[in-house]
C-alpha cells in the first residue's frame, strides 16, 4: 500500500530515578544513602533521597539494579 510506514519497534520505558523515603533512608544510614549519589528531598530532618538517572539513559537498568545492590548492601 503506497504512503505506509515501514514497521518499527519503541524502546520499553526506563527508569528515570529512585526515590526512597525517610524510612528507607533511616533504614540504610544517611551517609550510605548519600554516598551512594542520593540527593535528599524533603524534610531536612528526617530526608528522603532521590536518585536520578536521567532522560533517555540507555544504561539505566543497569545503573537501577547497581544502585539497589550498593542499599541493600549498606
Do not use: N
Amino acid at each position: 500500500m503506497a504512503g505506509t510506514p515501514a514497521p518499527s519497534t519503541t524502546p520499553g520505558p526506563s527508569p528515570l530515578g529512585l526515590a526512597v523515603g525517610p524510612a528507607g533512608v533511616a533504614e540504610i544510614g544517611r551517609a550510605p544513602a548519600a554516598r551512594s549519589g542520593g540527593r535528599p528531598i524533603g524534610d531536612p530532618g528526617e530526608p528522603g533521597m532521590w536518585y536520578p538517572f536521567g532522560d533517555d539513559d540507555p544504561d539505566a537498568w543497569i545503573r537501577f539494579g547497581d544502585l539497589l545492590r550498593r542499599l541493600q548492601g549498606s
